[in-house]
Structure formats: structure tokens, C-alpha cells
């Protein structure tokens, strides 16, 4: 098990700034997920904490210990690729105990620990099968036992998912948060899948263009989006913004959009100026008595609730609604709003108002 904790890492490819000056601490025993899109540099962030990468600059703490600059050997850390990356010439016990014969570890406590890995994966009776007729998900347990047998610090996993279709990839993630809340090994967890990471991690970092948008909880990322572009990227469907220009002043409760008060959190700061007023799509209310008005332009059935997407004076906006209640095209309804479930931003900079 162990503490990492990583102090304004940067990296740079040529000109370009893969990684700009992160800095996270990931506790001992937590699965924590790197998240972003394509290209903002979370696999380059895992590389560098598992010695495949040397940083441009900035640290990285193993239980303390400075370790940016050592070889990925001297670090015992596991890093799953996808997780079918297997030696297809070998059986799947063979597979399992590479990196501990590798090591010279003793013939009888290689079988014991191979024994011991198959039975928590529950691969005990395919331990003598060739690796290549497989299923996909034999193959994977396989991969993630060839990583665990070793015991390492930590495990470092790059969308080992990634290859699988949606059933079987949350399937697949649900036995992968099981083993690891049995084993307890501190576990760094690549995704561009925003359901994913809120499933899975005890924390996420959300990473953009190779700076850090916000670190934290799931649920506190989801309730308290720190920037326009987390809200966005975080939820299905995403956080409605409807823009405005404005006034809030510190203690004020609400704001004025289109001439009608809308209830946000207690201002602590004065500002001015353009904002967004964010609200997520199952917060938002159908009220007949609201005076703030748009009109209905689509709804999408989902089964027990639906989707209305409603054209307001301040921009489209979509609410989650209980499938029965009624919502017809083209009718203009209230919508209704709780302050404590709103953000406000700061529309030229993205950042939450505090
Ligand atoms: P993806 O999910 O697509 O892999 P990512 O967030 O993991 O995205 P990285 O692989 O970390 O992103 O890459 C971040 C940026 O750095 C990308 O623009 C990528 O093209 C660039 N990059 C990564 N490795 C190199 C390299 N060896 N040389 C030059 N550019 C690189």
C-alpha cells in the first residue's frame, strides 16, 4: 500500500505542455481516477508516477520518498495496460507467475501465491487452459492476476476497460472496485468515462488541455463543479447554463435573470458582469406557478423519467422530469429552481463564483 503524492508535475513534449504544474495527493488505499477527455494528458500523468515517463519537472512522493527520477523497477508498482496483453504461447498459471519467477522466487511458494491470486479472481479452474481460447473476460482476470500476484505498492491502470462493450465494461468495473475494496491496494485509474469515474473512484481528478479543472469526491465534483468545463463534462445530460448579465452582491440569495429572481447559493463575493446561471437537467422544476417561463421544444422518453428541452429568453435548457408528468411541444411552462442545487459562474473565466 502506499501514498503518492505528486507536487507540480510538469511535462513537456518539445514545445508542447503535456502536463502543467498538477498537483494531487492519492491516499493510501484509494481508487483514484484521472479523468478527462482525449489528450489532456492523464496517461502521461500515469506514466511519469510509474517511471515510464520522466517529468520535465515537479515531484513525486512514494511513502515519502522522492522518486521522480528512479526507474520504474525501483518503484513496485503494477501497470495494467489493457488488460489483454497476455503471453499467448503460455497457459494461464504460466502467465500468473511470470513476474514472480522473473524475480527467482521459489517454485513452491509461486504455486501457493498463483493458488492464492486465482482463487480471489476466481480462475481456480482454468489455471492449466492456454491463454488463447479464452473469454474476454478470462483473459482480463488473467491480465489483472498477472498484476496482483506480485503485491505491488500500487497499481497503476490505463482504460483497462477501454476494448469492451458497455454491458460487459460495467460488469467488468463493478468486480474491479470489489477486488480492489478486498485487497486495499492504492489504485491510479485512467478514463476519458465520466460515469465511470463517479462509479468507481473514492476520488477524481478531471484533467483539461493538461492542467487540473478540480480534484475531490464524486459527489462534491458533481454538486460543487469548480469550473464551466467539470459541470459540463461531468453528468448525462450535462449542467444547463443559461447566461446573463448581472449582479450579485456577498449574502445575496438570488439573481435576476429575463426580470424574474432566481434562487443561488448565498454570494460570499461581490461580482459583476456576464455569468451562467448552472442547474443541473434533475434539478430543474415544470411549476405552473413560476414566472420564469420558456417554451417546450422536445421531449425524450427514458422510461420513468423523460428529457424536455425548454428554449428560455436565456438559452436552451434541458430538465429530467418524471415521465408522467405531462409536458407538450411548443407550450410555454414555469421553471422553478432551488438555490442550493445551483452554481453560478463566471461566464468569461468558467470559474464558479464563490
Ligand atoms: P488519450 O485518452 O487520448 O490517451 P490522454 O489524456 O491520456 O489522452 P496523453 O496520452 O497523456 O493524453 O497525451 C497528452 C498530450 O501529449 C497529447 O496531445 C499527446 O499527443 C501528447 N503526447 C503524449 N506523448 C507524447 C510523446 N511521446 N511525444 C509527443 N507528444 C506526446
Known sequence: MAEIVVQNLCKEFGSFTAVQ????????????????????????????????????SGEIYIDGEEVGRRPASQRDIAFVFQ????????????????PLVSQGMPR???????QEVARILGIEDILDRPVGGLSGGDR??????????RDPKAFMMDEPLGALDAEFREHMSQELR?????????????THDQLEAMQMGDKIVVMNHGVIEQFGKPQDIYDKPATMFVADFIGSP???????????????????????ALPVPAAREAFSGGMAYGVRPEH??????????????????????????????????????????????DETVGLDFNGTTVTLFDRQTGRALG
Do not use: W
Open 140 to 149: 482480463q482476470r488473467v491480465a489483472l492476476g498477472r498484476a496482483i500476484v
Open 21 to 56: 504544474s498538477s498537483s494531487f495527493t492519492i491516499e493510501d488505499g484509494e481508487f483514484f481516477m484521472l479523468l478527462g477527455p482525449s489528450g489532456c494528458g492523464k496517461t502521461t500523468t500515469l506514466r511519469m508516477i510509474a517511471g515510464l515517463e520522466l517529468p520535465t
Open 108 to 114: 513452491a511458494r509461486v504455486r501457493e501465491k498463483v
Open 238 to 260: 450535462s449542467m444547463n447554463f443559461l447566461d446573463f448579465d448581472g449582479a450579485v452582491q456577498p449574502g445575496s440569495g438570488a439573481v435576476t435573470l429575463d426580470g424574474q
Open 178 to 190: 470489489a477486488l480492489h475494496d478486498r485487497m486495499g491496494a492504492t489504485t491510479v485509474y485512467v
Open 83 to 98: 488488460m489483454f496483453a497476455l503471453y499467448p504461447h503460455m497457459n494461464v498459471r504460466k502467465n500468473i507467475s511470470y
Open 284 to 329: 430543474v422544476r415544470i411549476s405552473d406557478s413560476s414566472a420564469y417561463r420558456g417554451r417546450v421544444r422536445a421531449t425524450e422518453y427514458l422510461g420513468t423519467t423523460q428529457i424536455v428541452t425548454i428554449a428560455t429568453p436565456n438559452g436552451e435548457l434541458k430538465a429530467r422530469i418524471p415521465s408522467e408528468q405531462p409536458a407538450r411541444l
